[in-house]
């Protein structure tokens, strides 16, 4: 199926080896797999990395006010609800037509508690009550960059006050060595949270290759040496820098002001695209 929308083309594509599973892509780039059998199956690295961080939310084995910036196929919106029934998520994404594509083709369980707004991710978290969510996602992109108006401190600083006191922020970034956006980006968060740390491939921490960054950022103490292990045993193992060796890997990097902001880098040939 494909369908023009605000971002280019979308495309579903089935998975021909794996029943019930749909690839989202936009103008060629991955944006999105779900699994319409198990919404439990996360096939993008990333996602995985994300879930950990959902997963180890407080409170443990409980429900998620959740806030989701960024839709897509609404693949981690749809792991809440099947790991945590009876959460509130709300999501925010600024094509009306790619939302509407995947309610079509790929609709939500009636009784999944997700609400879906056609709206900019700012303009989303400005109009909603303060101490409102445990968990913010953000995943957001205009084409293949992250757009510059959602990398400044008034953006982290409009996440922090939707988030309650022990709230978790978790932003997906794409950049490599020197990590010069991603390092913007953790400079950017610490002006609001305390606690930051950075999960990627281990390749891309060395970087060998572009690739998918993971921000957790929170108030207060975050258990990184249990995501380190989980993440350590998934398919593609990551690695978890925070403290010193986050230092090492983003220090001197400066936080981003609304005058001074500036989309993610564009990705290298290739990086994310299929045919």
């Given amino acids: 199926m494909t369908r023009a929308v605000q971002g ?18 936009v103008d060629g780039a991955p944006q999105s797999y779900v699994d319409l059998r198990d919404p439990m199956h996360l096939e993008f690295e990333y996602a995985r990395r994300v879930a950990h961080v959902l997963d180890l939310a407080e409170p443990r084995q409980s429900t998620l006010d959740a806030v989701h910036l960024g839709g897509g196929a609404l693949t981690l919106p749809r792991y809440v609800a099947a790991t945590r029934p009876g959460s509130r998520q ?38 909603s009550p303060a101490a409102s969510a445990d968990v913010v996602t953000a995943d957001v992109y205009g084409g293949v960059h992250v757009p510059a108006h959602l990398t400044t401190v008034s953006y982290a600083r409009a996440i922090g006050r939707v988030l309650r006191a022990d709230g978790i922020c978790v932003v997906n970034v794409a950049d490599t060595a020197p990590f010069r956006f991603a390092g913007s980006q953790v400079a950017t968060f610490r002006t609001v949270f305390e606690h930051i740390c950075l999960v990627a491939e281990p390749s891309v921490l060395r970087g060998r290759r572009f690739g998918n960054v993971v921000l957790v950022a929170s108030h207060e103490p975050f258990p990184v040496d249990e995501l380190a292990r989980r993440t350590a045993a998934d398919v593609f193992p ?14 001197g990097a400066v936080p981003v002001e609304d005058g001074d902001a500036a989309p993610s880098p564009e990705p290298p040939g290739g990086a994310f695209t299929i045919g």
């Fill in 8 to 25: 280019g083309t979308a495309k579903l594509l089935p998975d021909i080896d794996h029943e019930g599973g749909w690839l989202l892509t």
């Fill in 90 to 127: 709300r999501v925010a994404d600024i094509d009306a037509a790619l939302l509407a594509f995947v309610e079509e083709y790929l609709p939500l369980p009636p009784d999944a508690g997700i609400s879906v707004a056609a709206q900019d991710a700012r303009a989303f978290l400005d109009g």
């Fill in 238 to 251: 990551a690695r978890v820098e925070h403290g010193a060796g986050l230092e090492r890997l983003t220090g």
